[in-house]
């Protein structure tokens, strides 16, 4: 641990690309006294001296011969800071090369400080190590800034207030009270164990394991929220998939033609359904075939099938039901999981006189096929219904309530502690009253576990892996 506390790190913390305002962060003993080198105050008062948390005007020196740059700069004096450590931040103009130049200068003063480059997440991991955050808010840091989603954004920010932490807290004062409730049976006699604890450790056991199922369901919704849900527009050479996909997607992404097998090659597209993001891929159409391209993109779209949350199975003739079934299967889809359309109404059920979409028509057919969602992809009818029927879906799978955000490091530490407790429940090897040490000390590596998840115990490996995943200058 010491090493973090002897040299100064420094990075640029804004994106690795031009912008209007770039920033500098320094971190460490001699942040004041590096900025002090490059940075010259200027101001109409006398005093030059630069103060804790004052923002300052002034030129700021750059590696490049000649040129300054005007700049703020704050100087903010430890241990209140991210850190904990003494940090500079320099607000300059957002160009990288005058940014690289700035970040060569402070590391050509390495003659005279203990300074270097910041490692990726390391004034996070300075600031976990100085006690600032636990484990659970440095990795919801990491999460803030890769959120591709309101849901997932608010999920991580709620850790960063210690949502998760606070979960875990629970579980481990309750699991601390069954230690006690057992650690009090060792001053007894085995005539009276029956009577002090094994019911209310059994009880206290069934609420700790419940609450460790809920958090296992916080990671597969974190994963939705993260990852999106997956749709796969899946059917016969020629149905409209492509058509469909484009007008879902409000964008000419994909080539449409009339020609059967145009699509080979799965497009990808996403947008966000109720704030959830919908990840739509378009397939190669299902049929036999010797042409060695297009089975290649058939093989893609029965491995892809396998893999998605939802699959919109798209026809194009009024199929009857026994029909449909039957080509859902020989697709091999589930049907838990399949919305069926039938495309090109506006030509299968077109009023003989308008030449428009007869509704009539349409209801005749779909009283018979609930099921089927009609549309059509060249006039857009029916598109809405398709849409509410995958917002339905996602209503199934994402559910609001009782929501924190796990992610896999997390979850895997939850599971653990999980099959351990279950063990001890179902265990039938094991009783209370022979096997009071050995439950004890399951129950304490169970506390050591969820410790793991907050930081209160960790490796330097495990760290040194989580805050490998950070960007540098976070
Ligand atoms: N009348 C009508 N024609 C449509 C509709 N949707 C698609 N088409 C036409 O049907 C033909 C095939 O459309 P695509 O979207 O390329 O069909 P696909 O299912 O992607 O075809 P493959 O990629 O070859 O499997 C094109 O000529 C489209 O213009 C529709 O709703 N109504
Ligand atoms: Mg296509």
Do not use: W
Request: hydrophobic share 40%; aromatic share 6%.
């Amino acid at each position: 641990m010491e090493r973090y506390f002897k040299d100064n790190i420094v990075a640029i913390v804004t994106p690795n690309a031009n912008g209007p305002i770039g920033i500098i962060r320094i971190s460490g003993q001699e942040s004041k006294q590096i900025l002090e080198k490059i940075f010259i105050k200027r101001s109409k008062k006398t005093t030059k001296n630069i103060k804790s948390r004052q923002l300052c005007f002034g030129l700021l020196t750059t590696s490049i011969h000649d040129v300054f740059d005007e700049a703020l700069a704050v100087y903010m004096k430890g241990p209140d800071t991210f850190t904990g450590e003494d940090v500079v931040e320099i607000f300059c103009h957002g160009n990288l090369c005058l940014l690289n130049s700035v970040i060569r200068k402070i590391l050509s003063l390495k003659t005279e400080f203990k300074i270097r480059a910041a490692e990726p997440g390391e004034f996070s991991k300075r600031a976990y190590l100085n006690d600032k955050i636990d484990l659970t808010k440095a990795e919801s840091i990491c999460e803030i800034i890769n959120a591709e989603t309101e849901d997932a954004l608010m999920l991580s920010i709620q850790n960063t207030h210690g949502k998760l932490r606070l979960y875990i807290e629970e579980i481990k004062v309750l699991l601390t009270e069954i230690l006690a409730q057992i650690e009090v049976t060792f001053e007894f006699s085995e005539e009276d164990l029956q009577v002090i604890g094994e019911a209310k450790v059994k009880d206290i056991l069934i609420k700790i394991v419940d609450r460790l199922t809920t958090l296992e369901q916080g990671y597969e919704q974190t994963v939705i929220l993260e990852r999106g849900i997956n749709v796969a527009i899946v059917g016969d050479v020629n149905v409209g998939k492509s058509s469909l996909f484009n007008e879902i997607l409000l964008e000419e992404k994909a080539i449409v033609t009339d020609a059967a097998g145009t699509t080979r090659d799965i497009v990808e597209g996403s947008l966000l359904l109720d704030g959830v993001k919908i990840n739509v891929k378009d397939t190669a159409g299902l049929r036999c075939t010797d042409n060695p391209i297009e089975k290649i993109g058939i093989g893609k779209t029965n491995d892809l099938i396998k893999t998605v949350d939802i699959v919109l199975f798209v026809i194009d003739e009024p199929f009857s039901c026994e029909k449909v079934k039957q080509k859902i299967e020989e697709a091999m889809l589930s049907i838990d999981k399949t919305i069926i359309i039938l495309n090109k109404a506006d030509i299968l059920f077109a009023d003989a006189d308008s030449g428009l979409i007869d509704p009539l028509a349409i209801k005749a057919y779909t009283d018979a096929m609930s099921d089927v969602v009609v549309v059509s992809a060249r006039t857009r009818f029916g598109l809405n219904e398709v849409i509410n029927k995958i917002k339905a879906q996602i209503r199934d799978k994402v559910s609001r309530t009782c929501m924190v955000h796990i992610n896999q490091r997390q979850c895997l530490k939850i599971f653990e502690v999980k099959e351990r407790l279950l063990k001890l429940l179902n265990g039938t090897q094991l009783s209370f009253e022979c096997d009071r040490e050995i439950i004890a000390e399951e129950i304490r590596i169970s506390i050591d576990t969820l410790d793991e998840i907050t930081g209160a115990i960790t490796s330097d490996d495990v760290l040194g892996e989580i805050f490998s995943k950070f960007c540098v200058g976070k």
